[in-house]
């Protein structure tokens, strides 16, 4: 027999679940368009819809049986056309005022997701993908490549999931965890029409982000969708030649090219954009790099997010020193380009992106 033949069951698990129309869609990837759309094909008043959302998202019930206000044959087709399920948490790990939870998907396979507590409200990093393929040099993420998409549900629930152990309501959501959001477009811009309508979870758009290693056609493409949520931009350095060197999407779609494409999102929504900037000793934390970001972000409406690094043992980068941080910060400051140092979280737990995810698969 050819060996061809004794393909593993995990292989075969996932080769099932990602073929079109062998997975039933899950109640969670419904907006409530879609969801007024199917009650009206059941020949059922679209109403319903709205009254199911306020018993998904508001009260938040684990089972269909608990809803008492649509009649029990409507039910059971529910139960049989789109099932209530969830993630899996597995193991959830904390430090002062940040949780980070991995989940298990329906595969078997393993995501994360970050609550940070601050003073404005719960703030949740969720992902889009199981792994990545962008290859960004400094990331864990990215170290192990994309497995496949998240569906639509498997985001929402992360945020149910985490405010149902964390016995409080998430207020700002950042679409910045394991996986490319840009590369999921469909699926992520669904999550986020799910998470802001009044009858969801009731979440302002300007409180969602979605971030992006800089995805061209996408960021034109973002800059005409309907809502008024916020574009983040992982830059990390300021020429091609460096960014070339730690971040492969460069090769694809050049520094140059991808701020023409933020330009012209910015002027065009009339909204500030966030740029990324990981601190990564002796790559891109000279005081040369610092005045050529001031440059290159010169009368754009935006930030600078500066970030120190979060080591992790399996990349060999290591985070910039405070010092250098800090004059960093200051030469921008002095070129009048707005900048924060991000607050550093769970300095005590797998704080890098993806490393929760990869500890638990690769033991």
Avoid at 73 to 101: A, F, Q, S
Avoid at 170 to 191: C, K, L, Q, R, T
Wanted: hydrophobic share 35%; net charge positive.
């Amino acid at each position: 027999m050819i060996n061809f033949f004794f393909v593993s069951m995990e292989f075969f698990f996932i080769l099932i679940y990602n073929n079109i129309g062998c997975e039933k869609m899950n109640i969670y990837d419904k907006n409530l368009e879609e969801l007024e759309e199917y009650f009206l094909n059941i020949n059922e008043k679209k109403f319903k819809a709205k009254q199911l959302y306020k018993w998904l998202y508001q009260k938040k019930i684990t089972s269909y049986d608990e809803v008492t206000d649509i009649k029990k044959e409507i039910i059971n087709k529910l139960k049989e056309d789109l099932p209530l399920e969830t993630v899996k948490i597995v193991k959830v790990e904390k430090d002062k005022d940040v949780n980070k939870y991995l989940f298990r998907l329906k595969d078997h396979k393993h995501i994360e997701a970050v609550l940070m507590k601050h003073d404005y409200g719960n703030s949740i990093c969720v992902s889009s993908q199981v792994g990545c393929n962008m290859g960004c040099k400094f990331c864990e993420s990215g170290r192990r490549k994309k497995v496949r998409n998240l569906t639509t549900s498997e985001m929402v629930t992360q945020l149910l999931l985490v405010e149902e152990n964390l016995g409080s309501k998430i207020s700002h959501v950042v679409i910045m965890g394991i996986g490319e959001p840009f590369d999921n477009y469909e699926a992520v811009m669904n999550f986020v029409k799910i998470i802001n309508n009044p009858f969801g979870l009731q979440i302002g758009s300007r409180h969602i982000t979605i971030s992006t290693c800089g995805i061209v056609p996408k960021i034109y493409e973002f800059m005409n969708f309907p809502y008024q949520v916020n574009l983040a931009i992982s830059l990390h350095a300021p020429n091609n030649e460096i960014r070339n060197k730690i971040m492969p999407i460069n090769q694809v779609y050049p520094i140059e090219e991808m701020i023409k494409a933020v330009k012209k999102y910015s002027d065009k929504t009339n909204r500030r954009v966030t740029f990324e900037y990981i601190m990564l000793r002796d790559i891109n934390d000279s005081m040369t790099c610092a005045k050529e970001l001031s440059t290159l972000l010169k009368g754009i409406n935006c930030y600078v997010n500066i970030i120190p690094y979060n080591e992790t043992e399996n990349i060999s980068f290591r985070r910039s020193e405070v010092f250098q941080i800090t004059k960093f910060y200051d030469i921008l400051k002095k070129n009048n380009i707005n900048v924060t140092i991000r607050r550093e979280f769970g300095s005590k737990i797998s704080a890098a992106c993806g490393q929760l995810r990869s500890k638990k698969e690769e033991l």
